[in-house]
């Protein structure tokens, strides 16, 4: 299995993850956001991506209005860019989208460290998965969400997984990290 915590197998991959290591490299925004510890997350590094998948960028963001003055700072001139603040998991987050290359752009930004934030854990957990499944299991995960069904759903039904699909995964991934849950973002 690739290291996830890098984009670096993205520039020799599928055409889409060709183009999203392209855009990450032009606005060199994993590299801008470093000191928040960002990572691409999402469906486009594990090749389960489907037309207008957006790019997922998680960031640990103790002071969320640091992230935000960062964000806008260096991406506020792009289109649709907006901010958005929510509670999540029993705290706050800043969720930043604009769009850059043909690519959906979401950056999210949480206190919790992003080896802990769910997005990750997630990641983890279904890559694992379907380096056990190969290419039959990545190509019914796709036709899922192609019909409609969000990605940790489709990954449950796919793997036969039972119980929340969120939950589930997330308690994987943690196994899989070496990490005791706690709830975490």
């Not at 649709?80 to 029993?90: G, L």
Request: charged share 20%; aromatic share 8%; glycine share 8%.
């Amino acid at each position: 299995m690739r290291d996830l915590q890098t984009i670096d197998a993205l520039r020799e991959g599928t055409a889409t993850q060709q183009a999203a290591w392209r855009v990450l490299v032009a606005l060199g925004i994993l590299e801008i956001l470093a000191p928040f510890q960002a990572r691409l997350v999402g469906t486009i590094p594990i090749d389960v991506d489907i037309p207008g998948s957006d790019l997922d960028i998680i960031c640990h963001a103790p002071d969320l209005d640091a992230l935000a003055r960062t964000l806008e700072a260096h991406f506020s001139y792009l289109p649709d860019f907006r901010f958005s603040r929510k509670q999540h998991y029993r705290q706050s987050v800043l969720i930043c989208e604009f769009r850059y290359g043909g690519f959906p752009i979401q950056v999210y930004g949480s206190p919790t460290p992003v080896a802990r934030q769910r997005a990750w854990v997630h990641l983890v957990a279904e890559a694992h998965l379907l380096a056990q499944g190969g290419a039959a299991a990545k190509a019914a995960v796709r036709a899922l969400k192609l019909a409609g069904e969000k990605t940790e759903p489709a990954f449950a039904q796919v793997f036969g997984l039972a119980g929340d699909p969120y939950e589930v995964l997330y308690d994987l991934g943690m196994r899989l990290l070496g990490m005791e849950c706690e709830g975490d973002d």
